[in-house]
């Protein structure tokens, strides 16, 4: 039989080593954009829809920068299906960026997001290839957050 000798290592150093590989894996695995988010509800929740300030930090991880992009939230009906924010981005690989914009989504999905709750909003990111086909990504968010930091 063999000996086995058990090793105590800190969890820091652990997952200090995992988080840059992690990162790093992010568009190899089909996840271009990430992302965490939060939700503050303007005015009282109403009957079928509601009006929320969406604050969003996004990250491309796509390897390559993107100019002149659109990002979408995709909402349930009532609401409208798809809302931009008000202007485009251009963002380079590995970067970060913060944007806030207010949209008009189902009530449910409001109180949801706002407290936090799965599933999270549907983030699209719509840019032009090189070959000038629009693409639409969706951004893999990690969470709600408090100043919505991924």
Same mark, same amino acid.
């Given at each position: 039989?063999?000996?086995?000798?058990?090793?105590?290592?800190?969890?820091?150093?652990?997952?200090?080593?995992?988080?840059?590989?992690?990162?790093?894996?992010?568009?190899?695995?089909?996840?271009?954009?990430?992302?965490?988010?939060?939700?503050?509800?303007?005015?009282?929740?109403?009957?079928?829809?509601?009006?929320?300030?969406?604050?969003? +930090?996004?990250?491309?991880?796509?390897?390559?920068?993107?100019?002149?992009?659109?990002?979408?939230?995709?909402?349930?009906?009532?609401?409208?299906?798809?809302?931009?924010?008000?202007?485009?981005?251009?963002?380079?690989?590995?970067?970060?960026?913060?944007?806030?914009?207010?949209?008009?989504?189902?009530?449910?999905?409001?109180? +949801?997001?706002?407290?936090?709750?799965?599933?999270?909003?549907?983030?699209?990111?719509?840019?032009?290839?090189?070959?000038?086909?629009?693409?639409?990504?969706?951004?893999?968010?990690?969470?709600?957050?408090?100043?919505?930091?991924?």
């Amino acid at each position: 039989m063999g000996r086995y000798r058990l090793v105590a290592v800190p969890l820091a150093v652990v997952f200090g080593c995992l988080t840059p590989a992690w990162h790093l894996a992010r568009a190899d695995n089909g996840r271009d954009f990430i992302g965490a988010y939060s939700v503050r509800m303007i005015g009282a929740p109403g009957s079928g829809t509601s009006r929320i300030q969406l604050n969003l +930090r996004l990250q491309n991880v796509s390897g390559g920068a993107i100019n002149n992009a659109v990002v979408e939230v995709d909402a349930l009906p009532p609401a409208p299906a798809a809302q931009s924010f008000r202007s485009a981005i251009s963002l380079a690989d590995r970067a970060t960026l913060t944007i806030t914009g207010q949209f008009t989504v189902a009530t449910q999905e409001a109180l +949801r997001w706002s407290a936090g709750r799965e599933p999270s909003p549907r983030i699209v990111v719509i840019a032009t290839d090189a070959g000038g086909t629009a693409r639409r990504y969706a951004v893999e968010l990690i969470g709600a957050s408090d100043g919505a930091r991924p």
